[in-house]
């Protein structure tokens, strides 16, 4: 679109923290999968809504993976930031990390490529938005997402 600002995968980085506390966790003192999504869910929509400057909408969650279990009272650590941009939509890269504050030790602990599609005023999808991706890890992430998106339609036209 004319006059439209492009922007970085860095531009809409975000990065959020949470103790887990009982209550977000099971009987064996570990963290609820559907709790930690939540968070990686708004933490995601969060970088999606810095990039578009638009509300958006969750459309799809993929490769969803646990890594590490969670514990209570270790420190969850999302951290956020659009990897892809169609037209409407938006894959963004959701990376959680457990950091136990008791080590002072981090590691991934779950990863997931979220899809958020931008809305206008009337809660119709309009345009994100231009990415353009400037390190080589950002160009590698770029390009990634870009055959996971392909790969995801191809697959939806089959179902």
């Known amino acids: 679109?004319?006059?439209?600002k492009s922007k970085t995968p860095a531009d809409s980085s975000?990065?959020?923290?949470?103790?887990?506390?009982?209550?977000?966790?099971?009987?064996?003192?570990?963290?609820?999968?559907?709790?930690?999504?939540?968070?990686?869910?708004?933490?995601g929509s969060m970088a999606a809504q810095k990039h578009c400057g638009k509300e958006v909408v969750t459309a799809a969650i993929d490769s969803l993976s646990f890594d590490e279990p969670i514990y209570i009272g270790d420190h969850v650590v999302i951290k956020a930031a659009v990897n892809y941009v169609g037209r409407t939509s938006m894959e963004v890269g959701v990376h959680v990390y457990r950091h136990s504050p008791t080590e002072d030790k981090e590691v991934q602990?779950?990863?997931a490529f979220i899809t958020f599609v931008a809305?206008?005023?009337?809660?119709?999808?309009?345009?994100?938005?231009r990415l353009v991706p400037k390190?080589?890890?950002?160009?590698?992430?770029?390009e990634f997402a870009k055959l996971h998106v392909q790969a995801r339609k191809k697959l939806m036209k089959k179902s």
Request: no cysteine.
């Open 1 to 4: 679109m004319a006059g439209e």
């Open 119 to 129: 809305l206008d005023k009337n809660k119709k999808p309009t345009p994100a938005g």
């Open 135 to 142: 390190t080589a890890d950002e160009k590698q992430q770029y």
């Open 109 to 111: 602990a779950m990863t």
């Open 14 to 43: 975000v990065e959020s923290r949470y103790l887990v506390m009982p209550h977000h966790a099971n009987q064996y003192g570990t963290a609820f999968g559907g709790a930690i999504v939540a968070w990686m869910d708004m933490v």
